[in-house]
């Protein structure tokens, strides 16, 4: 079964000579420690329908450049991939240095083998840059959210803390609802728990006021260390002015890490709205807020060196949305830049020579 589809694939990409684009990446086993990369093939069919395919989970020694390049080139070769668009990776040395040698060898193959001589293959992960400048903010406050996961770690920890938990909660009249915890590494799903746990700040006040075992919890030594919490007045405004700019992180990742459905064409206006919304809570007239929102903005500057080092494949993608076009371009350019400035009409004058060029 396996070996038809195989072979009924690789037929389809040779004749209809289909141009596909890359994400692969390098996972490491936990328990044998041996390196496995996995290489998806996204491409439109024959019925206009997006679709992605495991075309490699291969075992790899190292970690380098050239072994990600030969990996990639063997795994092409065998599924008869001959037009390859952009491949996107994390922002990892061993991947550009990889790119680098698999778009001197892929070239070679053929004119038409990738466009504009690759020049825009590479495609940095935008996912993978958001969650390197989310979890930069979070380790500055790593105190304070770790006291309020131990907060709801007690409470979910037994039925009879729960009661006495939605107690607090019936007499500070909220509204009853469930406590998520986290999984620490994944902090999207950290978002979600601290946005959950503000709606009932008042409760776990409650507890600490009231509740002398959750009191004693927190006395208590946790790895040869007093267990951190609970959660102090703080530890909560901390985390309130995180979760302005977790929100705009997190809407962010649900549009540029989407799967199933096509956003290349969103991606660029994601970006931008990060820049836009972290330029505005730099403004904030909470002096903490701004402090925390400038740091932020220097991440931002720091991943994407003021939005320069975007693929601007992306860009273009985004003008062909029809609800967009040039003129989304030119305000989103206005508004990194600043009106009729230099800076925004190089980019605006780069974009459209870009374009020309790709349908010369």
């Not at 019925?47 to 063997?74: A, M, N, P």
């Not at 080092?309 to 040039?326: E, G, Q, T, W, Y």
């Not at 989103?332 to 600043?338: A, I, K, M, N, Q």
């Amino acid at each position: 079964m396996y070996s038809k589809r195989k072979a009924a694939l690789k037929q389809w990409f040779k004749s209809s000579k289909q141009r596909v684009s890359l994400t692969t990446d390098i996972w490491t086993a936990k328990v044998t420690g041996c390196s496995y990369m996995v290489i998806t093939a996204h491409y439109i069919d024959a019925y206009w329908c997006l679709k992605k395919l495991i075309i490699g989970f291969k075992y790899v020694t190292d970690h380098k450049g050239k072994t990600i390049s030969s990996t990639l080139s063997e795994c092409l070769a065998e599924w008869g991939i001959d037009n390859v668009f952009c491949v996107t990776v994390d922002n990892a040395t061993a991947n550009s240095n990889g790119l680098l040698h698999f778009e001197h060898s892929f070239s070679s193959l053929s004119d038409e083998a990738l466009v504009m001589k690759g020049e825009f293959m590479h495609m940095r992960c935008a996912g993978h840059i958001i969650n390197l400048i989310v979890k930069d903010g979070l380790t500055e406050v790593d105190e304070s959210i770790a006291s309020i996961r131990n907060g709801i770690a007690y409470v979910r920890s037994g039925p009879i803390r729960q009661q006495t938990f939605e107690v607090k909660v019936d007499s500070g009249k909220m509204k009853r609802g469930s406590l998520p915890l986290d999984v620490p590494t994944r902090w999207n799903s950290t978002y979600l728990m601290l946005q959950r746990a503000l709606k009932f700040k008042v409760a776990f006040d409650k507890m600490g006021f009231e509740d002398k075992p959750y009191n004693d919890h927190f006395m208590e030594f946790d790895k040869g260390k007093k267990r951190v919490g609970p959660p102090t007045m703080d530890d909560w405004r901390a985390v309130e002015r995180l979760e302005k700019f977790l929100i705009i992180f997190y809407n962010s990742t649900l549009v540029v890490s989407a799967s199933t459905t096509l956003n290349a064409h969103k991606c660029y206006s994601e970006i931008v709205n990060i820049a836009s919304s972290l330029k505005l809570l730099c403004n904030s007239y909470d002096t903490q807020l701004k402090v925390k929102a400038e740091e932020m903005s220097r991440k931002y500057e720091k991943y994407w060196d003021g939005v320069k080092n975007i693929n601007k494949m992306l860009i273009v993608a985004s003008i062909f949305d029809p609800s967009r076009k040039m003129k989304f371009t030119k305000l989103c350019f206005e508004e990194l830049y600043g009106e009729d400035t230099v800076e925004a009409k190089l980019l605006h004058d780069s974009v459209l020579t870009l374009k020309s060029d790709l349908f010369s």
